[in-house]
């Protein structure tokens, strides 16, 4: 009976790193639109917000939306990070950082040099793209006019059983011009369902729209995210 007690005492610590381990989470984003990652004006003359295409990472998926005024950039949101105490307390640093250098040519913060790297990349991205879309208007007076008749809005996150679902709307005047998913459950009725969602709302300019059969869920999300978005535009 002595010689069980270590065996027991050493099973019961080997079990110790098995319970305490707690993998991190990560979503998967499928974007669907009709531009790719997604460039609107918010209705002030000049202004851009950028959504960029979600970064996926070891850590877990990172997603940035970015405000400039001309090429200046003004506030930088974002809407996926991984769920870590590291990340938690880099992003503000590389948001201020980001402010001050107005490029993505920031440091790395210690101890979340993934999150940092996928930042910076996700931020040198929606620069590039303002710059594309800065340049496309200057050359193109009617273009510009009507990027500055466009609104982008930002749906509610609806959580549901399945996952998160969020849209984000661009609206021309009071036409839907096109929908982006910034969060959506990560299964293959979703990725079916997404493309049909949009093309039904595109054409009804509206969410009155059909539920798509074996994406219940989903469907009954996006069509309450995409109703907030139409009431918040107002």
């Known amino acids: 009976m002595k010689r069980a007690i270590p065996v027991v005492v050493l099973s019961i610590a080997g079990l110790v790193p098995v319970w305490l381990y707690q993998p991190s989470a990560a979503t998967s984003t ?7 990652p997604s460039t609107s ?9 950028v959504t960029t295409t979600t970064i996926d990472t070891e850590k877990g998926p990172v997603q940035l939306q970015v405000t400039f005024a001309g090429t ?39 101890g979340a040099t993934i999150t940092s790297d996928a930042y910076k990349e996700s931020l ?3 620069i590039d793209n303002n710059a594309k879309t800065a340049a496309k208007a200057s050359s193109s007076p009617s273009a510009s006019a009507t990027e500055e008749s466009a ?8 959580d549901t059983e399945k996952g ?3 849209v984000q709307v661009t609206f021309e005047g009071d036409k839907i011009s096109a929908v982006t998913m910034l969060q959506q459950p990560n299964h293959p009725q979703t990725t079916a369902a997404v493309p049909q969602l949009v ?7 509206s969410a009155d729209i059909d539920t798509v059969s074996g994406a219940t869920i989903t469907s009954d999300g996006y069509k309450e995210s995409l109703q ?6 107002g």
């Open 30 to 36: 499928v974007q669907t639109t009709t531009p790719a």
């Open 41 to 49: 004006s918010s209705g002030t003359s000049g202004t851009n917000v």
């Open 72 to 110: 200046k950039i003004t506030a930088v949101k974002m809407l996926q990070q991984p769920d870590h105490p590291q990340t938690t307390a880099a992003v503000p640093q590389l948001v201020s950082e980001t402010l001050e250098a107005q490029s993505a040519d920031i440091d790395t913060v210690s």
């Open 124 to 126: 040198q991205a929606a």
């Open 151 to 158: 609104k982008t809005v930002d749906g509610t996150a609806v």
């Open 164 to 166: 998160t679902v969020q």
């Open 199 to 205: 093309s039904e709302t595109l054409e009804a300019q």
């Open 228 to 233: 907030a978005a139409i009431d918040a535009k």
